[in-house]
């Protein structure tokens, strides 16, 4: 079946850039999420690459897909404190399961000063 | 900016009791989700909601769960009998539209916490 693997930590010194790697199987994804979730809170949505692009760009996150290996990078640019959360890689198989979402077991991301 | 809103932020229930939790969905959104994590677990999809009747739903969505739109802006997710391992947060999501298409872009609730003892 479908399965979505993640490292479970990552140490990041405040000013580095951060690169979070998921991996998946399911050959078929067509979209790939990015999730942010801070302590108590809900996933916010950072972003999403649909499965015929390679990279997408959004400020200091950058996306990269490589479908051949099935894995799929976050990179965050001069990392702040604020990017301290866990992370969730997640896909969704094919467009006839808009929002059935495979999410991944989540990164836990920490920025030390 | 819209949100996708969730009440009650946090309920504690008895085993067995009935429990509803409530979503307003992004008003233009047409798809709606219902998702669970159970603490230090994975996000997992329970079921998805169009056209006022199920479209897909999980072997975690048993007769045991029931979902409803009871009116154009409330979205529902009802358990029944709940169990101590119902334990979890819930989330609500629903999927934005450009004109006639979804766009793919999936937007979650804060969560419902639910704690069944």
């Known amino acids: 079946g479908e399965d979505v693997e993640q490292s479970l930590f990552l140490s990041v010194r405040e000013g580095d850039s951060s690169v979070i790697n998921c991996t998946y199987t399911?050959?078929?994804?067509?979209?790939l999420y990015w999730y942010k979730q801070e302590p108590g809170a809900g996933l916010q949505l950072l972003t999403y690459i649909f499965s015929n692009m390679d990279m997408k760009q959004d400020q200091r996150l950058t996306v990269l897909l490589n479908k051949k290996d099935k894995h799929l990078s976050l990179r965050i640019a001069d990392t702040q404190t604020g990017d301290s959360a866990i992370y969730f890689c997640a896909e969704t198989p094919t467009t006839d399961s808009w929002g059935k979402l495979q999410f991944g077991a989540g990164t836990q991301v920490v920025v030390t000063p | 900016e819209p949100e996708v809103t969730q009440t009650p932020s946090h309920q504690v229930t008895q085993m067995g009791q009935e429990v509803i939790l409530r979503c307003v969905p992004i008003s233009n959104h047409l798809y709606f989700y219902w998702y669970r994590q159970i603490l230090g677990q994975k996000v997992e999809f329970l079921v998805s909601?169009?056209?006022?009747?199920?479209?897909?739903k999980s072997e975690i969505f048993d007769d045991q769960f029931s979902v409803e739109r009871p009116d154009g802006s409330n979205f529902t997710l009802k358990i029944r009998s709940t169990k101590l391992e119902d334990s979890a947060m819930y989330f609500c999501?629903?999927?934005?539209?450009?004109?006639?298409?979804?766009?793919?872009?999936?937007?979650f609730g804060e969560g419902s916490r639910l704690t069944v003892l």
């Open positions: 999501a629903s999927i934005s539209r450009s004109g006639t298409l979804n766009t793919g872009e999936l937007f």
């Open positions: 399911d050959s078929s994804s067509t979209y």
């Open positions: 909601f169009y056209n006022n009747e199920i479209s897909e």
